[in-house]
């Protein structure tokens, strides 16, 4: 649950906090936190495969979306590419694995998102006008990934009943 609330408050809420700023303080405030909690996660990663060891949980899954999208569209579009995905490189490993993970990369469009995104936002882009990247094999990730038949994907939910 603490992990879980780093990651929506501070990354997948973060970048719209970032976005969406009506002052430079409360952008910079934001930025700062997305950064530092981007790196306490890029920091997680460094000795484990996914956010809570050996197995894909919740909290991957939560993240999962929110970095795809953050090369592609938040650090251009929201103003928070101050460091990139691919700058942190535990997570970007980490993406790259769970997308490669049997069906991940069916459960979401990256390009659709990053195109949806320039072409709905009119307040942040006016112009409607959708830039030639980062595409997902920009930021590493395969569509079809590779095939490993001996990966399936398992998720592990604990329900605390």
Request: net charge neutral; glycine share 6%; proline share 6%.
């Given at each position: 649950?603490?992990?879980?609330?780093?990651?929506?408050?501070?990354?997948?809420?973060?970048?719209?906090?970032?976005?969406?700023?009506?002052?430079?303080?409360?952008?910079?405030?934001?930025?700062?936190?997305?950064?530092?909690?981007?790196?306490?996660?890029?920091?997680?990663?460094?000795?484990?495969?996914?956010?809570?060891?050996?197995?894909?949980?919740?909290?991957?899954?939560?993240?999962?979306?929110t970095a795809v999208r953050?090369?592609?569209?938040?650090?251009?579009?929201?103003?928070?590419?101050?460091?990139?995905?691919?700058?942190?490189?535990?997570?970007?490993?980490?993406?790259?694995?769970?997308?490669?993970?049997?069906?991940?990369?069916?459960?979401?469009?990256?390009?659709?998102?990053?195109?949806?995104?320039?072409?709905?936002?009119?307040?942040?882009?006016?112009?409607?006008?959708?830039?030639?990247?980062?595409?997902?094999?920009?930021?590493?990730?395969?569509d079809p990934p590779p095939?490993?038949?001996?990966e399936s994907l398992c998720?592990?939910?604990?329900?605390?009943?």
């Amino acid at each position: 649950d603490e992990l879980n609330g780093l990651i929506y408050e501070n990354i997948n809420n973060g970048v719209y906090k970032c976005g969406f700023a009506t002052s430079q303080e409360a952008y910079d405030r934001a930025e700062r936190n997305l950064h530092n909690a981007l790196k306490e996660v890029d920091e997680r990663l460094q000795t484990r495969k996914f956010l809570l060891g050996d197995k894909i949980t919740e909290s991957d899954v939560f993240l999962y979306p929110t970095a795809v999208r953050f090369d592609m569209v938040y650090a251009g579009l929201f103003r928070c590419g101050r460091r990139r995905i691919r700058d942190y490189t535990n997570i970007q490993r980490w993406m790259e694995d769970v997308h490669g993970l049997a069906r991940v990369h069916k459960t979401f469009d990256a390009e659709g998102a990053r195109k949806s995104y320039y072409r709905q936002m009119f307040p942040l882009n006016p112009s409607l006008i959708v830039p030639g990247g980062p595409t997902a094999k920009d930021i590493g990730l395969m569509d079809p990934p590779p095939a490993n038949p001996k990966e399936s994907l398992c998720f592990y939910y604990k329900s605390e009943l």
